[in-house]
């Protein structure tokens, strides 16, 4: 199925979805008092876990403070970081050189990253996210209202929900803290992650290249499998990535290989004649989307494997996510930082600039979102 099928059969479903939620909302859910139901949402507050974050904040409010500050200085950084990062490719997608990677990628469980590892990354990001928040806020004397969980179209949330009133009486240094606290959080989980995934790294050694796809009518359709390791070509052992390239550049259209390959484990000699690289003339061309393959070198392979990739993308949805949070735009946290600021320094034009650079942003994320979306309509 193409990508575009995919992603209609997806958009049905969740269609379907909400249009069920819809009518349990207004006859067996009607009169909940803990569940909200709107188009595209379901909200569940509670006042359960209030004591815990408020202990946990009041109790070391020097250590949540100094937290918050670190924070500010993280926060707005990330904020110049990522308007910078949108700019550039937004200059690269407005007058592209070569072809150009998509800078903004939509996180959809089981769709743009994998289901299982999608789903416990965002648990952790939404968890560390909102408890840094309240942690911070209550450490600054900002009463919590509730807690609670959130679903919205496809993508499960937590939120502490302060007291607006108060939040917006306390100094302008409190509330930076509680805005750039929850990416903070998400920024200490990735570093974390690194280390972790790094280390798991040394256990492990190149033993081959992997066939992660295969180009359809290329030299490989029909031969080469997904998942198939190739530990061997004309006789020349491969355990790198960098050794295969090699290879591969210097061989020619019409040049017959013969490859040792495993497969299921098992170990398979086959024939291939490549075809002409339709980039680079004159270069012989298999048809395979290649990545390199890893063995640990203390066993576990499955075990590590699996502890690798999640630390993995926990690193990947805490930075990335993160960092979009500073995106100068209301409701994201930077957004609200950067008014406040803005205002606090200038009570007359603080909201005209900030709102200036909020309608820029919005049209670099626009231009960003392009490759994306053509990614997915093909």
Partial sequence: ???????????????????????????VLKDSKSLEIAPFQIIWRTKRFLDFIDRVGREHKGFWRIYGDIGIIAGFGGMAFVLYYFLKQAYNILRPTAEVVPSVQLVIPGVTIPLVYGLISLAVLIIVHELSHGFVARAENIPLKSVGLLFFIVLPGAFVEPDEDELKKAPLRSRLRVFAAGSFANFIVAFISVLVFNGVTLAFEPHGVEVFGVIKDSPA???LEKGDVIVEI????????EEFIKFMNNTKPGEELSLVILRNGKVKNISITLGEHPERPGKGFIGIYPTQHLISKI??????????????????????VGLMNLLPVIPLDGGRMLIDTLTELSPRFGKIVGYSIMVLSLILLGINLLPTIRGFVG
């Fill in 1 to 27: 199925m193409s990508v575009l099928g995919t992603l209609t059969n997806v958009i049905l479903g969740i269609l379907g979805f909400w249009a069920v939620i819809g009518i349990l909302g207004v006859t």
């Fill in 299 to 320: 066993g576990f392979d499955k075990e590590l494997m699996v502890i690798f990739t999640l630390f993995y993308w926990l690193y990947v949805i805490n930075f990335g």
């Fill in 234 to 241: 004309n006789g020349v052992k491969i355990n790198t990535l």
């Fill in 221 to 223: 359709y029909g031969i």
